[in-house]
């Protein structure tokens, strides 16, 4: 089965703080996903990968950063943590990025204070 | 912004009884897919339809997709309190960034 492995379930982090999310994919899967999900908006996507060291940005990247040095792994960075940034984290993966189901983590909860 | 749009927000059903939930998307796409998710929990996919099938099945689950409406239904028959969670329709549009954008999901609750 596919394995997608997000680093924190639950974190609490204070104001300018920079916080690291990881996420790592057992399946050599080519394509990497951060999703953020908030009541009443659903997902939405931060950053999308198709290959090492290649990002591209998605709807809401402001505030947001990546890094994707290794295959496997896809790290979302928060620069200066901003209370508007507490959220449910969601990574994914796809190994077939036009028509491919994406597997997902359970989920990163931040809480900004 | 939201591509897909599902209807009802929120759905309560007797254990046994169909679901019936719905997605609306404005653009042509490539291809619709539902994921479930449970409470706190990550999503996982259900099903994929492509935009040129109409009907797909799998277990207790059907899909439909109408290009013409730009609409999808997913049922879930003989409804099981397991099947508490949210559902979620995702697009993949036909031009342009090539890249899923979800809906805001139905919350569905099957009392025992």
């Known amino acids: 089965d596919v394995k997608v492995t997000q680093s924190s379930r639950y974190l609490v982090k204070r104001t300018g703080e920079k916080v690291f999310l990881e996420c790592v994919q057992d399946?050599?899967?080519?394509?990497m996903f951060w999703y953020r999900q908030d009541p009443g908006l659903g997902l939405r996507l931060i950053y999308f990968?198709?290959?090492?060291?290649?990002?591209e940005k998605g709807d809401i990247p402001e505030g947001y950063s990546v890094s994707r040095e290794k295959k496997e792994r896809f790290s979302l960075i928060l620069e200066s943590a901003s209370t508007n940034q507490t959220s449910m984290y969601l990574c994914?993966?796809?190994?077939?990025?036009?028509?491919?189901?994406?597997?997902f983590g359970e989920g990163s909860r931040l809480t900004v204070l | 912004s939201q591509q897909g749009e599902e209807d009802p927000q929120a759905l309560s059903i007797q254990e046994g009884e169909n679901a019936t939930m719905n997605c609306s998307y404005k653009?042509?796409?490539?291809?619709l897919q539902w994921y479930r998710q449970n409470s706190g929990r990550g999503l996982v996919h259900l099903i994929l339809?492509?935009?040129?099938?109409r009907e797909k099945h799998s277990g207790r689950l059907r899909v439909t997709l109408d290009t013409s409406k730009k609409s999808s239904s997913l049922l879930i028959t003989a409804s099981r309190a397991a099947d508490t969670a949210s559902y979620f329709c995702?697009?993949?549009?036909?031009?342009?960034?090539?890249?899923?954008?979800f809906g805001q999901g139905t919350r569905l609750t099957i009392n025992p």
């Open positions: 994914a993966s796809s190994g077939s990025y036009l028509t491919g189901e994406l597997f």
């Open positions: 339809i492509r935009s040129n099938e």
């Open positions: 990968s198709y290959d090492v060291k290649m990002k």
């Open positions: 653009t042509s796409i490539n291809n």
């Open positions: 399946m050599d899967h080519e394509n």
């Open positions: 995702a697009t993949l549009k036909d031009k342009g960034a090539q890249k899923l954008v």
